[in-house]
């Protein structure tokens, strides 16, 4: 169970590397399934349900989905926004995890507020039986674990490891493994430094940084030149970035480059954590606001 298949990056130019996550699994994608590794197999040890929560077009909420059609789990997912129950057979992310067997619950937006409360954790036991409950985004201690998986000693001769952050499980994993010459550097789809004290709580380790100006907006928002980017990424490398993630990472990466803040010598690996089912729920977006849509 949870065998990486490859363990190959992809060489962009002699300065900066791809390390394809995405590539591990076809639905469990990238971060997502080092998030749910240990997870799955402390989940398996006492529990037949997993409950988790997510927005109209997680990765998480369908990853788990997925997770819990291949291992055997019964799977609930609390959805953000009362109003999307009735728009499931045109949400793609939604309609996955469907598929997969995924009990969706809709709920508003301030009740979501309040989902990590102790009480509200207590109703959904009560409505739903014995549960094995994933936070948002998947990250928790044994996430961290996971994560802490993806690098190799191969991955020791890089001066500089990136990554997008959402809610900081996945960096936080690679600031505990790194080597010691290493500087891990993250940036984040979300406004605001509260993330630090997400990170904090997992690490002790002083080697990394958060580069705050690439979230174009915040969480889930992009313009045209951030389409334009990553249209041109896939064109000239035939590797697709994600909007909302990878892609605000590569271009911050390529900004910083040209603004000099590396050094001309130094090995850059960029960490590629999936998140590809996002593109299509973005293009309903971007079609319906008459935008270039990503290819």
Same mark, same amino acid.
């Given at each position: 169970?949870?065998?990486?298949?490859?363990?190959?990056?992809?060489?962009?130019?002699?300065?900066?590397?791809?390390?394809?996550?995405?590539?591990?699994?076809?639905?469990?994608?990238?971060?997502?399934?080092?998030?749910?590794?240990?997870?799955?197999?402390?989940?398996?040890?006492?529990?037949?349900?997993?409950?988790?929560? %997510? /927005?109209?077009? =997680?990765?998480?909420?369908?990853?788990? @989905? $997925?997770?819990? &059609?291949?291992? +055997? *789990?019964?799977?609930?997912?609390?959805?953000?926004?009362?109003?999307?129950?009735?728009?499931?057979?045109?949400?793609?992310?939604?309609?996955?995890?469907?598929?997969?067997?995924?009990?969706?619950?809709?709920?508003?937006?301030?009740?979501?507020?309040?989902?990590?409360?102790?009480?509200?954790?207590?109703?959904?036991?009560?409505?739903?039986?014995?549960?094995?409950?994933?936070?948002?985004?998947?990250?928790?201690?044994?996430?961290?674990?996971?994560?802490?998986?993806?690098?190799?000693?191969?991955?020791?001769?890089?001066?500089?490891?990136?990554?997008?952050?959402?809610? %900081? /499980?996945?960096? =936080?994993?690679?600031?505990?493994?790194? @080597? $010691?010459?290493? &500087?891990?550097? +993250? *940036?984040?789809?979300?406004?605001?430094?509260?993330?630090?004290?997400?990170?904090?709580?997992?690490?002790?380790?002083?080697?990394?940084?958060?580069?705050?100006?690439?979230?174009?907006?915040?969480?889930?928002?992009?313009?045209?030149?951030?389409?334009?980017?990553?249209?041109?990424?896939?064109?000239?490398?035939?590797?697709?970035?994600?909007?909302?993630?990878?892609?605000?990472?590569?271009?911050?990466?390529?900004?910083?480059?040209?603004?000099?803040?590396?050094?001309?010598?130094?090995?850059?690996?960029?960490?590629?954590?999936?998140?590809?089912?996002?593109?299509?729920?973005?293009?309903?977006?971007?079609?319906?606001?008459?935008?270039?849509?990503?290819?």
């Amino acid at each position: 169970m949870f065998q990486i298949k490859f363990n190959k990056n992809l060489s962009i130019d002699n300065q900066v590397f791809i390390k394809p996550e995405y590539l591990i699994h076809p639905y469990i994608s990238g971060n997502k399934y080092r998030k749910l590794k240990y997870n799955i197999i402390s989940a398996k040890e006492t529990h037949h349900t997993l409950l988790t929560f %997510g /927005g109209a077009f =997680s990765n998480h909420l369908a990853a788990v @989905a $997925s997770a819990g &059609k291949e291992f +055997g *789990f019964k799977t609930i997912g609390i959805v953000r926004g009362e109003e999307l129950e009735s728009k499931v057979d045109v949400n793609p992310t939604l309609r996955y995890a469907k598929k997969c067997g995924m009990h969706l619950k809709f709920i508003t937006r301030n009740q979501y507020k309040h989902k990590a409360d102790i009480n509200f954790i207590s109703d959904l036991e009560q409505e739903f039986g014995d549960l094995y409950v994933i936070p948002e985004g998947g990250t928790n201690a044994l996430a961290v674990k996971g994560c802490e998986e993806i690098l190799t000693k191969e991955d020791h001769q890089f001066d500089y490891v990136c990554c997008s952050v959402g809610t %900081g /499980g996945t960096i =936080s994993g690679l600031i505990n493994s790194a @080597a $010691s010459h290493q &500087k891990i550097i +993250g *940036f984040p789809a979300l406004k605001g430094d509260f993330l630090k004290e997400e990170i904090t709580k997992f690490v002790t380790y002083k080697n990394w940084e958060l580069q705050t100006d690439y979230h174009f907006g915040g969480y889930a928002k992009i313009n045209d030149e951030l389409i334009g980017f990553i249209n041109q990424f896939k064109h000239l490398y035939d590797i697709p970035l994600d909007p909302v993630y990878t892609g605000k990472m590569m271009y911050g990466i390529y900004d910083l480059i040209e603004k000099g803040y590396f050094p001309k010598d130094a090995k850059i690996l960029a960490i590629h954590t999936g998140g590809l089912q996002g593109i299509e729920g973005m293009n309903l977006k971007l079609k319906q606001q008459k935008k270039p849509l990503i290819v």
